[in-house]
């Protein structure tokens, strides 16, 4: 993806607010790169009184997209899923969903792992989709009414320290989108000055 095009799509997210919100967590939760934590702790900071209510819309989008990736992963298989990880690693991920179920899932779905590539294994390996979706709304809502109840508390300190609770990648992804967006808002405004 380069920068412009990934300013651009950042733009339409915040541009769009829930709207955008709930469409960067759906297709994140299925194919989409950029994780919706970016949009809603941006969105929360601009607008803490709503932060609650983002939250809301990115788990349920995030749900959504998750259900869409279970149906992707029935529906496509082991090939779908190999594009996502190596072979090594399948049958260890095969025995996980074996050993723990709807568990791999949930803890996908509150840290850094990639909750996509869990999306689709449970599809793959036909995970009870009851059990699926439980996880994935529990996790998820968990993951995102932390960080909206961070920013509400902590106001900007807050993407510090969701890092050092999620982990050392997540406030650089955070960070470095934002960094991309406004650089692009930048570009554009001088762009249309011209």
Do not use: C
């Not at 059990?131 to 960080?147: G, K, P, T």
């Amino acid at each position: 993806m380069t920068l412009v095009f990934m300013g651009e799509l950042m733009d339409f997210f915040f541009r769009n607010g829930p709207l955008g919100l709930f469409i960067i967590a759906f297709t994140e939760a299925t194919f989409f790169p950029i994780p919706p934590d970016v949009v809603l702790v941006y969105m929360a900071m601009v607008l803490p009184s709503k932060a609650y209510y983002y939250a809301l819309i990115t788990s349920i989008g995030s749900t959504l997209g998750g259900v869409f990736g279970y149906f992707l992963g029935v529906r496509f298989g082991r090939p779908l899923l190999m594009r996502f990880v190596k072979d090594s690693n399948f049958d260890r991920m095969e025995d996980m969903f074996q050993r723990y179920g709807a568990w791999a899932v949930a803890i996908a779905g509150f840290s850094v792992l990639p909750y996509k590539v869990f999306t689709i294994a449970a599809g793959v390996f036909r995970l009870d989709l009851m059990a699926f979706i439980i996880a994935s709304l529990l996790s998820r809502s968990a993951l995102y009414f932390l960080e909206a109840a961070l920013v509400v508390i902590m106001g900007e300190k807050a993407p510090g320290l969701i890092d050092m609770i999620l982990g050392p990648g997540s406030f650089v992804v955070i960070a470095a989108t934002v960094l991309v967006y406004l650089a692009y808002k930048k570009w554009r405004n001088k762009k249309h000055k011209v």
